[in-house]
């Protein structure tokens, strides 16, 4: 599920402090970090990254293409610099035999594990820019959560 981590610290500690967020020590001043899990993957490979920042291109032109490889806790750590605060939506997959770019079958349906922010799992039709939207603000974490 995609989420800003320090909006879903959530569970509380006995004393009623909110859980400690593990990826917020990744968080750099004036930048936003993307923690992708992909625990299947923990032994390598890359996660890729788009971003959009308009409806009129989503999906057709990313104002922002990254890739970060998977830890050994089945995490990607992208960080991305000078992203001014606002609307973004975040397009991730599991980059799995290498070639830097989504897969697809004849049918046009993506081989290759894939997640959209806000958890959104279209069925029959492309997500839309208003459902993946997340508000960030530099020094925010934003953690999508693939599918196994």
Same mark, same amino acid.
């Given at each position: 599920?995609?989420?800003?981590?320090?909006?879903? =610290?959530?569970?509380?500690?006995?004393?009623?402090?909110?859980?400690?967020?593990?990826?917020? @020590?990744?968080? &750099?001043?004036?930048?936003?970090?993307? &923690?992708?899990?992909?625990?299947?993957?923990?032994?390598?490979?890359?996660?890729?990254?788009?971003?959009?920042?308009?409806?009129?291109?989503? /999906?057709?032109? =990313? =104002?922002?293409?990254?890739?970060?490889?998977?830890?050994?806790?089945?995490?990607?750590?992208? $960080?991305? !610099?000078?992203? #001014?605060?606002? #609307?973004?939506?975040?397009?991730?997959?599991?980059?799995? !035999?290498?070639?830097?770019? /989504? !897969?697809?079958?004849?049918?046009?349906?993506? $081989? #290759?594990?894939?997640?959209?922010? !806000?958890?959104? @799992?279209?069925? /029959?039709? @492309?997500?839309?820019?208003? #459902? $993946? @939207?997340?508000?960030?603000?530099?020094?925010?974490?934003?953690?999508? $959560?693939?599918?196994?």
């Amino acid at each position: 599920m995609a989420a800003i981590a320090a909006a879903s =610290a959530g569970s509380a500690l006995a004393d009623s402090a909110p859980a400690p967020d593990p990826f917020a @020590k990744f968080a &750099a001043d004036g930048s936003v970090v993307l &923690a992708v899990q992909a625990p299947f993957a923990a032994q390598g490979g890359d996660v890729r990254l788009s971003v959009y920042d308009k409806p009129e291109t989503f /999906l057709e032109m =990313a =104002a922002i293409k990254h890739h970060g490889p998977v830890n050994d806790d089945g995490v990607a750590l992208i $960080t991305l !610099n000078g992203l #001014e605060a606002g #609307e973004y939506a975040f397009v991730a997959y599991f980059d799995a !035999n290498g070639d830097g770019k /989504l !897969n697809r079958s004849v049918l046009g349906v993506p $081989t #290759e594990p894939l997640i959209f922010s !806000n958890d959104i @799992k279209p069925k /029959l039709r @492309k997500p839309t820019f208003d #459902e $993946t @939207k997340v508000d960030v603000a530099p020094g925010a974490v934003v953690v999508l $959560t693939m599918p196994d």
